[in-house]
């Protein structure tokens, strides 16, 4: 009987651990329910919550969900107390339950079932509309399936939309389906199609990631010629799992990608999606590990052709997701008639005051941790964007220090200028880019579905100290890509601009201690690493050196 208890501490969460609902859930050592039929009592109920919130406090809600709803009743011994308790109500619970469902339209329990697990009793007009600007993108990863093959077996039923708008302006259910002209092998569905039970997904033959997302491994466009990857910031892993579904779709070289995380928590997470995703042959996964630690010159990474780098950020283009749990909590304001504020006829009438009609409290759950993003910042932005640039801009300049890298894409999903075109200016700026000859992608240059996008980078004066040549300026700003949420477009808020350079046969030195004290600023930690990594660029190009001076004698 503890299950109601545990499951109601879950939800109430006082000790406010951080992660989604099942990271708490399956990371809690003392439960005397297992996880999953605690998971499974809280996604059930919360289906419900619209209509018992209404009826019950919320260890009831949650009591009188199996007392009324479940197949098998409320899960505990018939003597024990909350058992008792909730079954000595059930004739008025029954009888207000009814009520309920004839107050909703529903002529039987049948029809209001399938209504609840549509998700029909949480849309209202406006509900459609705000939901649906963000669709369900479902990337069908090629590692395992094809798109043809997903349309005929998990979208079979499903009709073929001309446009986005379609599928906007669609019924949250709606069986409809739009296929991206930018991104291949990405389809998007309505909102509130649930795909989380499909074999599919269960399988990882497709994965749910938002078109911007998808953005940065489709413009390194990669290509058999590129060698290895690394993805220096990975979890959870939908870019990396991008990444290998690319490569495994190209005839060839055997390429593989080094996939980073430094957060040993979020780096399980990398696993289990990698694995998933049947990756693991092409994913090599450096857990637990620190990308800036990542030596430029080891052997390891010796064929790196190409890097992604999707650093932490402020996560201020994130859009509220559909997929989470929400339990509508029961209102518990003294006298207030709940069962009469329900139904459809929320709106307050004026003078009235017996028909209160508050907007309904909800408890927002994430299910997954599989959010690529941070935290949104709240207060203190300006300082906190310094320290994330500053972070960034590191990030990214250690990355140009990879001898025969010649592609890099830098993401975030922030809609800051800081963290976006700053960061991208300063890079350019730096004496690392300018030594390897870092180039930003022009737009020209840019794979079809990435040029064809019309957001493009913005300027804002007075954000960054660096000079900027004007004709530059242009170039760069409209070589950078931009996604905006809450447009028609339903994308999160995005930034994406790769970089690159002609091939380089031999490495070139860096000069003493240029890159590291320009872009440093507040990365005392790194200076070792840094001062390795010199020492290692010497031996290459003095090993170099000796091998030329060989060959010269091989030669003569
Ligand atoms: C924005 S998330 C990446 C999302 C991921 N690219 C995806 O699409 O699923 C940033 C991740 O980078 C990790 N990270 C930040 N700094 C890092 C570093 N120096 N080395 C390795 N991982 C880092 C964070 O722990 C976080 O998991």
């Known amino acids: 009987m503890s299950l109601y208890y545990e499951a109601a501490a879950i939800l109430a969460n006082t000790e406010n651990t951080g992660g989604s609902l099942k990271s708490r859930l399956f990371t809690k050592k003392d439960l005397k329910s297992t996880p999953g039929q605690i998971f499974a009592l809280i996604a059930e109920a919360s289906k419900w919550s619209i209509v018992l919130k209404d009826l019950t406090p919320i260890l009831a809600l949650l009591l009188s969900h199996d007392l009324l709803i479940a197949k098998s009743g409320v899960a505990a011994p018939a003597t024990h107390v909350l058992k008792l308790a909730i079954t000595r109500h059930k004739a008025r619970l029954s009888a207000e339950f009814t009520k309920a469902r004839i107050r909703y339209g529903h002529a039987t329990l049948a029809a209001f079932k399938e209504a609840v697990s549509n ?31 997903q349309l005929k077996t998990t979208f079979a039923g499903f009709e073929k939309a001309d446009s986005l708008a379609d599928v906007l302006s669609a019924r949250g259910t709606s069986k409809i389906y739009f296929q991206d002209p930018n991104i291949p092998n990405l389809l998007a569905l309505p909102s509130r199609i649930n795909l989380s039970r499909s074999s599919a997904y269960i399988d990882g033959q497709i994965i749910f990631q938002d078109k911007a997302s998808c953005f940065p491994a489709c413009l390194l466009d990669l290509s058999s010629t590129d060698g290895n990857v690394i993805d220096g910031c990975a979890a959870p892993g939908n870019k990396t799992t991008h990444l290998a579904a690319i490569l495994s779709d190209q005839v060839g070289e055997d390429q593989k990608v080094f996939a980073f995380e430094r957060d040993k ?11 998933l995703a049947a990756a693991d042959s092409i994913v090599s996964i450096k857990g637990d590990s620190d990308f800036l630690a990542a030596k430029p010159y080891s052997d390891e990474f010796a064929k790196i052709g190409a890097i992604l780098l999707d650093p932490s950020c402020s996560g201020s283009g994130i859009v509220g997701r559909d997929d989470g749990i929400r339990i509508y909590l029961p209102i518990s304001k003294p006298g207030a008639s709940n069962v009469q504020s329900s139904g459809k006829n929320k709106k307050r009438k004026r003078g009235d005051e017996t028909v209160k009609a508050p907007e309904p409290e909800t408890l927002d759950l994430d299910l997954h941790d599989s959010t690529p993003e941070e935290t949104p910042v709240v207060d203190k932005l300006a300082e906190r964007l310094t320290t994330l640039s500053n972070f960034q801009l590191h990030i990214l300049t250690h990355a140009m220090r990879f001898p025969s890298a010649q592609k890099i894409t830098y993401s975030t999903c922030s809609i800051h200028f800081e963290e976006n075109e700053g960061v991208v200016f300063q890079a350019l700026a730096s004496s690392i880019a300018k030594q390897r000859g870092w180039k930003i992608l022009t737009r020209q240059h840019q794979v079809e579905g990435m040029r064809l996008w019309n957001r493009r980078g913005v300027w804002e004066d007075d954000k960054i100290s660096t000079t900027i040549d004007e004709e530059q300026k242009e170039e760069v700003v409209d070589a950078c890509i931009r996604c905006h949420k809450g447009t028609d477009e339903g994308t999160m808020g995005f930034f994406v601009a790769a970089f690159v350079r002609e091939a380089v046969e031999e490495p070139v030195k860096v000069a003493e201690g240029a890159a590291d004290h320009e872009e440093g600023g507040g990365f005392g930690h790194d200076d070792e690493n840094n001062a390795a990594d010199k020492a290692q660029t010497k031996a290459a190009v003095s090993k170099n050196s000796k091998k030329k001076k060989k060959q010269k004698t091989v030669a003569g």
């Open 265 to 275: 928590v979020r780096t399980v997470t990398l696993r289990k999606m990698v694995k």
């Open 119 to 149: 998700g029909e009793l949480e849309e209202d007009e406006n509900d459609v509309k705000k939901a649906n600007r963000h669709p369900r993108w479902v990337r069908v990863n090629t590692i395992k399936t094809t798109l043809d093959s």
